[in-house]
């Protein structure tokens, strides 16, 4: 008579079930809030971490080119810095009190450098959002990017990603006045001493079926105010609202 197999007990999971393993330990998503600027990437279904990848190599090697000088003039600061504190360590050698009080603020904690860019969960196929430190204009990251692609057509950077689409300042649905929100994002374009502006509305809603296009550019178009003109050809600044889920966004008049 053939005997019976030994009964296996499965060891549960961790987190019971929901525990996800990865390289940089146990994933977390990262949620939008009202306030936040960044860029929205659009680029094909199933294609979206690497999309991020990307985004994230490029945005970081611009970020380094926009500082420049202030790179080289910083680590040229941090070198004398250094010799400094060599010339301070000879001369506090016999010191005992220096030496200790050095070697207790060694070991307190160094705070942590804050993330100049971060990636968002959008829980949306096609699009991934990064939001970016406040030191940080989106428009003028997107800005660089796109002028030194169209100067330099044949060194192509990228192969996921579609669109970038630079964000301002977000807010959430369930709490925006679309009209005080568009205002005070256009006042600094529109309502000062420059003089008539053309401009363009170019809406857009993702899953989202609270607002109404037409209802948007009325509404931003209403913000803008008097006195400028609407011209969807050659527009001075071209005004993009993105409504996706339960939050909205304007990124900041950018030029065309």
Same mark, same amino acid.
């Given at each position: 008579m053939a005997s019976r197999p030994p009964n296996r007990v499965s060891k549960p999971?961790? +987190? +019971?079930? #929901?525990?996800k393993k990865s390289k940089g330990g146990p994933a977390y998503k990262v949620a939008f809030e009202s306030g936040d600027a960044g860029v929205f990437i659009? *680029?094909?279904? +199933?294609?979206?971490?690497? *999309?991020a990848g990307e985004i994230l190599d490029i945005f970081t090697e611009y970020y380094e080119k926009s500082l420049g000088k202030q790179n080289l003039? +910083?680590?040229?600061?941090? #070198?004398? &810095?250094? &010799?400094d504190d060599n010339e301070d360590d000879s001369d506090a050698g016999d010191d005992i009190e220096a030496q200790i009080r050095k070697e207790v603020e060694g070991l307190k904690p160094k705070a942590s450098k804050p993330r100049l860019f971060q990636k968002v969960t959008a829980n949306m196929p096609c699009m991934v959002f990064y939001r970016v430190d406040k030191s940080i204009d989106p428009v003028k990251l997107v800005h660089d990017i796109c002028e030194e692609a169209k100067a330099n057509p044949?060194?192509?950077?990228?192969?996921? /990603?579609?669109?970038?689409?630079? $964000?301002?300042? $977000?807010?959430?649905?369930?709490? @925006?006045?679309?009209?005080?929100?568009?205002? &005070? @994002?256009? &006042?600094?374009?529109?309502h000062g001493d420059a003089g008539p502006k053309k401009f363009a509305i170019r809406p857009a809603v993702r899953n989202n079926n609270s607002f109404n296009r037409d209802d948007i550019i009325k509404t931003v178009a209403a913000a803008v105010g008097p006195g400028h003109k609407v011209d969807l050809k050659n527009p001075d600044y071209t005004i993009l609202v993105? /409504?996706?889920? @339960?939050? $909205?966004?304007l990124p900041r008049a950018a030029c065309a």
């Open positions: 999971k961790k +987190g +019971g079930g #929901n525990y659009t *680029c094909d279904m +199933g294609r979206e971490g690497k *999309c003039s +910083g680590a040229t600061g941090q #070198n004398i &810095e250094s &010799e044949e060194e192509r950077k990228t192969r996921w /990603i579609k669109r970038m689409t630079p $964000i301002t300042q $977000i807010r959430k649905v369930l709490s @925006v006045d679309l009209a005080a929100f568009a205002k &005070e @994002v256009l &006042e600094p374009y529109f993105e /409504i996706a889920q @339960v939050g $909205i966004s």
